[in-house]
T-cell receptor, first 115, second 112 residues
Framework: GAGVSQSPRYKVAKRGQDVALRCDPI?????LFWYQQALGQGPEFLTY????????KSGLPSDRFFAERPEGSVSTLKIQRTQQEDSAVYLC?????????????FGSGTRLTVV | KQEVTQIPAALSVPEGENLVLNCSFT??????LQWFRQDPGKGLTSLLL?????REQTSGRLNASLDKSSGRSTLYIAASQPGDSATYLC???????????FGTGTRLTVIP
């Protein structure tokens, strides 16, 4: 596709519910990142994939958060037993290179509200 | 851990004015610094990327400078327009890191 596509755009979950957020990167992009952006804050790094390999998951806030990219294209961020503090916009970004001087393309994000 | 700070948090200017947004970071061992624009409900759009060996980058009415030793960057916007209204985010990539560290942004409003 022309850009990074994220779905759903909005998700309301009851506390304790599991959610899955999808990211379709630009076709052929090797690197894929997930970020979490709380209201009024800058995005914070969650995890990084190079093709299907998850090379860095140091930003995942707890073991309730899990990300995968099994075939090196589409990625899913799963949050189990959601809590109110998980409410945020989840942003996905992809890059055609592994050299980070080539920049990223960000998706529009999924806004998660936990009630 | 790298800390990125942006001042001011919000700025309102009349159309046509030149303005400067400020960004500071605590660890000067960076790989690059980027300025992004974020419109409400939208993702981030990359504006300028300055590699650690560079001092500045320019694109149209935008000019970004980098002083790595002092941990500072500025984004200069010339002849501001109402369409420039957005949140501007500064982010650094640490040396040896895979990810960006973002500031909290400056919300810019350009008044027609």
């Amino acid at each position: 596709g022309a850009g990074v596509s994220q779905s759903p755009r909005y998700k309301v979950a009851k506390r304790g519910q599991d959610v899955a957020l999808r990211c379709d990167p630009i076709s052929g992009h090797v690197s894929l990142f997930w970020y979490q952006q709380a209201l009024g804050q800058g995005p914070e790094f969650l995890t990084y994939f190079q093709n299907e390999a998850q090379l860095d998951k140091s930003g995942l806030p707890s073991d309730r958060f899990f990300a995968e990219r099994p075939e090196g294209s589409v990625s899913t961020l799963k949050i189990q037993r959601t809590q109110q503090e998980d409410s945020a916009v989840y942003l996905c970004a992809s890059s055609s290179r592994t050299d980070l001087n080539y920049g990223y393309t960000f998706g529009s994000g999924t806004r998660l509200t936990v009630v | 851990k790298q800390e990125v700070t942006q001042i001011p948090a919000a700025l309102s200017v009349p159309e046509g004015e030149n303005l400067v947004l400020n960004c500071s970071f605590t660890d000067s061992a960076i790989y690059n610094l980027q300025w992004f624009r974020q419109d409400p409900g939208k993702g981030l759009t990359s504006l300028l990327l300055i590699q650690s060996s560079q001092r500045e980058q320019t694109s149209g009415r935008l000019n970004a400078s980098l002083d790595k030793s002092s941990g500072r960057s500025t984004l200069y916007i010339a002849a501001s327009q109402p369409g420039d209204s957005a949140t501007y985010l500064c982010a650094v990539t640490g040396a040896g890191a895979n990810n960006l560290f973002f500031g909290t942004g400056t919300r810019l409003t350009v008044i027609p």
